[in-house]
Antibody, heavy 121, light 110 residues
Framework: VQLQESGPGLDKSSQTLFLSCTVSGGSINSDFHYWNWIRHHPGKGLEWIGNIYFLGSTNYNPSLKSRVSISLDESKNQFSLRLRTVTAADTAMYYC??????????????WGHGRMVTVSS | QSVLTQPPSVSGAPGQRIIISCAWTNSYTGPDSAVQWYQQLPGKAPRLIISDNNIRRSGVPDRFSGSKSGASASLTITGLQPEDEADYFCQSYDNRPVFFFGTGTKVTVL
């Protein structure tokens, strides 16, 4: 299984960040996996953004919950991140990652390569 | 705010043993939660190397080991190699669950 981030990144007109993650080599419709977004601020630590289960249930970091939404597109085997009202503080490398419940519960065993998003102040 | 604190840097000569600590700063996080460890090489995504406190992932050299005691965990590299030079992050979670990462430790091989 591989994950790959893609998408426009930042829509400046709406100040919204939008990224997608394509899952290849496996189905996103899995009882056993949660699909996550994680970001890494330059020179700082990693921050978990949230995740989605194939039935559509989501779980978000409380610090971002008011601005974030994660959705899933079964037909494209993709899940997506939308972050509204972005500021320079949202500049980061954005990763998608998988949690495999049976083998690595509460851990992230597969990661995408990452997509850098820069928000100018 | 990070609830998992790591030393910013640790260094050692090839062949030496180094230990990276990871300590909870907030009891709400749940000291009973398991700890994972990730290695991030320059320009690469993080890679899971230790799960559930001390389970080494398949393909990870046995010089890497993890442990946990109470509200702290540690990653030990016994027999440091030049290719181990990287950033290392611990990770845990609470009962919601919300996931937390440590502040990160840069390992330098002298």
């Amino acid at each position: 299984v591989q994950l790959q981030e893609s998408g426009p990144g930042l829509d400046k007109s709406s100040q919204t960040l939008f990224l997608s993650c394509t899952v290849s080599g496996g189905s996103i419709n899995s009882d056993f996996h949660y699909w996550n977004w994680i970001r890494h601020h330059p020179g700082k630590g990693l921050e978990w953004i949230g995740n989605i289960y194939f039935l559509g249930s989501t779980n978000y970091n409380p610090s971002l919950k008011s601005r974030v939404s994660i959705s899933l597109d079964e037909s494209k085997n993709q899940f997506s991140l939308r972050l509204r009202t972005v500021t320079a503080a949202d500049t980061a490398m954005y990763y998608c990652a998988r949690e495999a419940v049976p083998t690595f519960p509460r851990a992230f065993d597969i990661w995408g390569h990452g997509r850098m998003v820069t928000v100018s102040s | 705010q990070s609830v998992l604190t790591q030393p910013p840097s640790v260094s050692g000569a090839p062949g030496q043993r180094i230990i990276i600590s990871c300590a909870w700063t907030n009891s709400y996080t749940g000291p009973d939660s398991a700890v994972q460890w990730y290695q991030q090489l320059p320009g690469k995504a993080p890679r899971l190397i230790i799960s559930d406190n001390n389970i080494r992932r398949s393909g990870v050299p046995d010089r890497f080991s993890g442990s946990k005691s109470g509200a702290s965990a540690s990653l030990t590299i016994t027999g440091l190699q030049p290719e181990d030079e990287a950033d290392y992050f611990c990770q845990s979670y609470d009962n919601r669950p919300v996931f937390f990462f440590g502040t990160g430790t840069k390992v330098t091989v002298l």
